[in-house]
């Protein structure tokens, strides 16, 4: 349970101003079958973040506990400090709309996806936490939470955002989840 809730709060607060919201944005705009640009993300995303998790859990499994402990904590700490840097990217390319709302929406989404911050930290969750799919579901609820308002109420939901105060947020929680990996205290909800 704890690797969902992190894994949600985490990138859900981490998707909050990214450029894949943009792009949530500017396909709402574009579309007007929002269930199916719903449905586009969703597709995306799950696998996407499969795709990262399993790599997450690998690495776990084949390097060493006190060599993970560093990389996955100063990794958080370095995801954290790069939330703090706003996404520019402009709209894409429009040959990809000739696809449809879920099919332009399915592969703009995987593709904005790879290398992304929340990408990233999918990957250092589940490493942190070996699980593929509690990560998998937490990582894909947060992202879809992150996003889903902005393809339903659009622009005027993303002007009441205080998108640097959410950044910061976001910065702050990484930060303290790679302090916490490097202390080797890990991060422990009462149960």
Known sequence: MEAFLYSTLGVAWAEIGDKTQLLAL???ARFTQKNAIAAGIFAATLLNHLVSAW???????????D????????????????LLRPDNDG???SRWLEFGAFGATAMLFFLAEIGDKTQIATVLLAAKYESLYAVVAGSTVGLMLANLPVVYFGNALMKKLPARAVRTGACVLFCVMGVLTLAGGGLSLPH
């Open 26 to 28: 500017f396909l709402a």
């Open 55 to 65: 790599l997450g859990v690998w690495l776990a499994e084949n390097v060493s506990a």
């Open 67 to 82: 060599m993970m402990k560093w990389v996955v904590g100063l990794s958080f700490i370095a995801v954290g400090l790069w």
């Open 91 to 93: 709209a894409p390319d």
